[in-house]
């Protein structure tokens, strides 16, 4: 019964480095999702797995940013050659999968990621 | 263009205060509304899905509500522990990104004892 978590819950790190941030869903859900949120602002869509691949990486900023599912559970997001401006807190969820309902998210605790 | 607009930014209320929060709404075609609770340093807690007009749902002093063009967030006699930012998010039925959640700014709610 446990929910998505995320690893590390923090990450400190140093402009130009190479970060990788992961995501672990609720069991059975077969949808995963990236966010990135800044401070008063809601979610900012990412990318989005159904089973292991990519559906849509339509929200990575540019190529720094990646993100993989290999086996349609665990999920990794790498950004490389990291900048100041990627400091945010990522967070991921998971839901069972798209319906003709509206599919409900639930989210992880977030990894906040500062750039120095 | 879908989008998302709350009020109040923020909400401050006296312990036992009952008042609304706004989420008003454009979409195209919507698949579902979503309210969740976020606590500082923490991921968003899901909290009600609402799917048509005249929809309403209940958990403790919350009561969500929604209209062909906003959902209401009804908080009735709130306690210190109900103060947090309150999240609106929609999905809509565009095919290329029915999966999408496009979200508000959110509403800060502060309960003082």
């Known amino acids: 019964g446990a929910g998505v978590s995320q690893t590390p819950s923090n990450k400190v790190t140093e402009k130009g480095k190479y970060v990788e941030l992961r995501c672990d869903p609720i069991?059975?859900?077969?949808?995963l999702y990236w966010y990135r949120q800044s401070l008063g602002q809601g979610p900012e869509f990412l990318i989005y797995f159904q089973g292991t691949g990519a559906a849509d990486d339509s929200g990575l900023p540019n190529d720094r940013f990646f993100a993989v599912r290999p086996e349609g559970s665990v999920s990794t997001l790498k950004i490389q050659r990291t900048e100041r401006g990627d400091s945010a807190v990522y967070l991921c969820a998971s839901s069972p999968g798209t319906g003709v309902r509206g599919d409900t998210q639930y989210f992880g605790p977030g990894t906040r990621l500062t750039v120095l | 263009e879908d989008q998302v607009t709350q009020s109040p930014e923020a909400l401050r209320l006296q312990e036992g205060e009952s008042s609304s929060l706004n989420c008003s709404y454009t979409?195209?075609?919507?698949?579902?509304l979503f309210w969740y609770r976020q606590d500082p340093g923490k991921g968003p807690e899901f909290l009600f899905t609402l799917y048509s007009a005249g929809e309403e749902k209940e958990k403790e002093r919350l009561k969500a509500t929604l209209t062909k063009k906003e959902s209401f967030l009804h908080i009735t006699a709130p306690k210190p522990e109900d103060s947090a930012t309150y999240l609106c998010?929609?999905?809509?039925?565009?095919?290329?990104?029915?999966?999408?959640?496009?979200w508000g700014a959110g509403t800060k709610l502060i309960i003082k004892p």
């Open positions: 979409v195209s075609g919507l698949r579902g």
């Open positions: 069991s059975g859900h077969t949808a």
């Open positions: 998010a929609v999905q809509g039925k565009a095919m290329d990104s029915n999966y999408q959640l496009i």
